[in-house]
């Protein structure tokens, strides 16, 4: 950003405080840029494959779920967003001074290691996207799959140059992630929107789901009431619906950030050349790039998935509850009846083009498949953006040259190749092998991550005289414990049911235990040692 640009925003800003609601607004709205690319980075795969699940498994039971776990994950972001412009220096040097370089280094191998990892399946959804929703006649070889992923590397390549742009090249790449990240709220939207009106979707139904309901933490939904009384063992079903409900609860308020997420937040505030003075934008930034996108997106596709698969097994293979029926036999050795079978079907997962595909009848063509697919699409593309954009950041700093565009291009390259791979070997037990080591250290590094800034924001060392003091200060700690307990929690929990020394799956989670443990042991003796020198 130039001197002029800054000094125009700061301009902007003064007038936005005294100006009326709508002026205000649209003023902050123009400015507002680094939550949006948070908003592009969560709105992915992941999100739209837990969404999925949510509508498959408790209906509109579980609507509420990742929109309150969201909120739990802005309150740790705007944590990160007071400290990093309080002191206007990348916190990365600043964990590792006034903390330890332990937990400093912990965030950026875990920051790297999921950029890469997670850029793979954002390229084979995007390719899928193409290949099955939008122009399936481009076939699925590996051929027209390599092509269409050198579109996409090259493209998501193109925006990252923008980003290290001065003047009108920045503003561009803010303009197209905003774009982005509107196509796909805005393709989701006109799904629900168009099965509302064909009287599929109760908006009472709806706006109940909304409400937080912890019952399913301990009784299955509604939905499943029938078939467990009418199956050979009620007791078993109970609770294995009731464990997987509370695995994705427990999950969804763990990961609403991602660990990479954490890293993006500082840098791309630095790169604005925000400061103190826009401490309290940069909260409404995150509310209109990321939360509201986010809960709009998110509950359009729970809400669809509801309305498709919760209690239906219409569109699933047969053969596709085998496996839960294997383990009713381990535990209950004895024929399995019809209720048994049609539960075992209900817990199926779905996958975005099993929706699309039940959307077409009353949808149509155009919205279940056109609309759809350019959803899925951006959703792809936008987070494969912001994933080259985080280890261009990070590979800044891990070759000691903050700021230095080489450096964030090698990042760039390094990531988006990954990517370029994934539709190609992200599949079976070679996804599991890079999946399962990664989600483990980013999920036990996610509160790894809010306790950094956690203590941060109580370090007289680092804010100093920034530091929030009475009643806010009371605040501040109250929100970011319970942010960070559940967060906490949701990563023991997850760890805990993964864990065990049978095979090198099981110990990996062992291992994220461990480290999870030690670094908050490191992390706690060295701010108290370092604050008793403040």
Same mark, same amino acid.
């Given at each position: +950003?130039?001197?002029?640009?800054? /000094?125009?925003?700061?301009?902007?800003?003064?007038?936005?405080?005294?100006?009326?609601?709508?002026?205000?607004?649209?003023?902050?709205?123009?400015?507002?840029?680094?939550?949006?690319?948070?908003?592009?980075?969560?709105?992915?795969?992941?999100?739209?494959?837990?969404?999925?699940?949510?509508?498959?498994?408790?209906?509109?039971?579980?609507?509420?779920?990742?929109?309150?776990? +969201?909120?739990?994950?802005?309150? +740790?972001?705007?944590?990160?967003?007071?400290?990093?412009?309080?002191? /206007?220096?990348?916190?990365?040097?600043?964990?590792?001074? *006034?903390?330890?370089?332990?937990?400093?280094?912990?965030?950026?191998?875990?920051?790297?290691?999921?950029?890469?990892? $997670?850029?793979?399946?954002?390229?084979?959804?995007?390719?899928?996207?193409?290949?099955?929703?939008?122009?399936?006649?481009?076939?699925?070889?590996?051929?027209?799959?390599?092509?269409?992923?050198?579109?996409?590397?090259?493209?998501?390549?193109?925006?990252?140059?923008?980003? /290290?742009?001065?003047?009108?090249?920045?503003? $561009?790449?803010?303009?197209?992630?905003?774009?982005?990240?509107?196509?796909?709220?805005?393709?989701?939207?006109?799904?629900?929107?168009? !099965?509302?009106?064909?009287?599929?979707?109760?908006?009472?139904?709806?706006?109940?789901?909304?409400?937080?309901?912890?019952?399913?933490?301990?009784?299955?939904?509604?939905?499943?009431?029938?078939?467990?009384?009418?199956?050979?063992?009620?007791? $078993?079903?109970?609770?294995?619906?009731?464990?997987?409900?509370?695995?994705?609860?427990?999950?969804?308020?763990?990961?609403?950030?991602?660990?990479?997420?954490?890293?993006?937040?500082?840098?791309?505030?630095?790169?604005?050349?925000?400061?103190?003075?826009?401490?309290?934008?940069?909260?409404?930034?995150?509310?209109?790039?990321?939360?509201?996108?986010?809960?709009?997106?998110?509950?359009?596709?729970?809400?669809?998935?509801?309305?498709?698969? *919760?209690?239906?097994?219409?569109?699933?293979?047969?053969?596709?509850?085998?496996?839960?029926?294997?383990?009713?036999?381990?535990? *209950?050795?004895?024929?399995?009846?019809?209720?048994?079978?049609?539960?075992?079907?209900?817990?199926?997962?779905?996958?975005?083009?099993?929706?699309?595909?039940?959307? /077409?009848? !009353?949808?149509?063509?155009?919205?279940?498949?056109?609309?759809?697919?350019?959803?899925?699409?951006?959703?792809?593309?936008?987070?494969?953006?912001?994933?080259?954009?985080?280890?261009?950041?990070?590979?800044?700093?891990?070759?000691?040259?903050?700021?230095?565009?080489?450096?964030?291009?090698?990042?760039?390259?390094?990531?988006?190749?990954?990517?370029?791979?994934?539709?190609?070997?992200?599949?079976?037990?070679?996804?599991?092998?890079?999946?399962?080591?990664?989600?483990?250290?980013?999920?036990?590094?996610?509160?790894?991550?809010?306790?950094?800034?956690?203590?941060?924001?109580?370090?007289?060392?680092?804010?100093?005289?920034?530091?929030?003091?009475?009643?806010?200060?009371?605040? $501040?700690?109250?929100?970011?414990?319970?942010?960070?307990?559940?967060?906490?929690?949701?990563?023991?929990?997850?760890?805990?049911?993964?864990? *065990?020394?049978?095979?090198?799956?099981?110990?990996?989670?062992?291992?994220?235990?461990? !480290?999870?443990?030690?670094?908050?042991?490191?992390?706690?003796?060295?701010?108290?040692?370092?604050?008793?020198?403040?």
């Amino acid at each position: +950003m130039s001197a002029n640009d800054r /000094e125009q925003e700061k301009a902007l800003l003064a007038e936005a405080e005294g100006a009326p609601l709508g002026r205000k607004l649209s003023i902050y709205a123009r400015l507002s840029g680094p939550g949006w690319m948070q908003g592009a980075i969560t709105l992915g795969g992941g999100s739209l494959a837990g969404a999925l699940y949510l509508g498959v498994i408790a209906g509109f039971g579980l609507l509420w779920l990742q929109p309150l776990a +969201m909120i739990c994950g802005i309150i +740790m972001l705007s944590a990160i967003a007071y400290v990093t412009l309080s002191t /206007e220096k990348a916190p990365f040097g600043l964990v590792n001074k *006034h903390l330890s370089p332990a937990l400093g280094w912990a965030w950026l191998i875990a920051t790297v290691m999921a950029n890469i990892v $997670w850029c793979m399946p954002q390229f084979n959804l995007g390719r899928a996207a193409i290949q099955q929703n939008l122009l399936p006649a481009v076939g699925n070889s590996n051929t027209s799959t390599a092509l269409i992923c050198i579109v996409f590397l090259v493209v998501c390549f193109g925006v990252n140059v923008l980003y /290290e742009s001065e003047g009108k090249g920045a503003k $561009w790449f803010d303009r197209i992630i905003k774009t982005m990240v509107g196509l796909i709220v805005l393709s989701f939207v006109a799904v629900v929107v168009t !099965l509302s009106t064909s009287g599929d979707i109760s908006m009472r139904a709806i706006l109940g789901g909304l409400v937080p309901n912890p019952s399913l933490l301990v009784s299955p939904a509604v939905g499943y009431e029938a078939l467990i009384a009418q199956s050979t063992q009620p007791v $078993w079903w109970t609770a294995k619906i009731v464990s997987d409900q509370r695995d994705i609860i427990i999950t969804a308020f763990g990961t609403a950030v991602g660990i990479n997420m954490t890293w993006l937040l500082p840098y791309s505030l630095l790169k604005k050349r925000w400061g103190k003075a826009q401490r309290g934008f940069s909260m409404f930034d995150l509310s209109i790039g990321l939360l509201i996108p986010f809960f709009l997106a998110t509950s359009c596709v729970v809400i669809a998935s509801a309305t498709q698969f *919760h209690g239906k097994t219409g569109d699933v293979d047969p053969a596709a509850g085998a496996k839960t029926i294997a383990l009713l036999a381990e535990a *209950h050795p004895g024929p399995a009846n019809a209720a048994d079978m049609e539960l075992a079907l209900t817990l199926v997962k779905r996958d975005n083009f099993q929706l699309a595909t039940t959307l /077409e009848p !009353l949808a149509g063509k155009v919205v279940s498949q056109t609309i759809f697919g350019f959803g899925v699409l951006a959703m792809a593309l936008s987070t494969i953006i912001v994933l080259m954009l985080m280890n261009g950041l990070a590979f800044q700093e891990l070759l000691g040259k903050p700021g230095d565009k080489r450096c964030h291009y090698i990042g760039c390259v390094v990531s988006g190749l990954a990517g370029f791979a994934g539709p190609f070997i992200w599949t079976g037990s070679a996804a599991a092998a890079l999946a399962i080591p990664t989600s483990v250290i980013g999920g036990s590094l996610i509160p790894v991550a809010y306790f950094t800034f956690f203590l941060m924001m109580n370090s007289k060392k680092v804010l100093g005289e920034h530091r929030p003091k009475g009643t806010a200060r009371v605040i $501040w700690n109250v929100l970011m414990g319970v942010a960070t307990g559940i967060a906490t929690l949701g990563s023991v929990w997850v760890l805990s049911g993964k864990a *065990h020394l049978n095979d090198w799956k099981g110990m990996i989670p062992v291992a994220g235990l461990v !480290l999870l443990a030690l670094l908050f042991i490191v992390g706690t003796y060295s701010f108290l040692k370092n604050e008793r020198k403040a």
